[in-house]
């Protein structure tokens, strides 16, 4: 399984990946996450777990014409 979670520190989003074991490995721009390893993410973070590649992008989505 994987964990992505949010907190909030000093008033700042802090967005966190944790690989507790996953049977498809997860990957923080490209690099292998270690088995309960915790990273912290940023802005343009690219996310892959398993066949699912997700980029972080903070604040609020543009809007559709």
């Known amino acids: 399984y994987t964990t992505l ?5 000093a ?3 802090l967005f966190v990946l944790r690989d507790g074991p996953s049977g498809t490995g997860t ?3 490209n690099e ?6 915790r990273v912290n993410l940023s ?14 992008h903070e604040g609020t989505p543009p809007e559709e014409e």
């Open 27 to 29: 990957f923080h721009m």
């Open 32 to 37: 292998l996450v270690g088995v309960k390893e």
């Open 11 to 13: 008033g700042r989003l």
């Open 43 to 56: 802005e343009g973070a690219i996310v892959t777990i398993g066949a699912t590649t997700m980029i972080l």
């Open 5 to 9: 979670f949010r907190s909030t520190k």
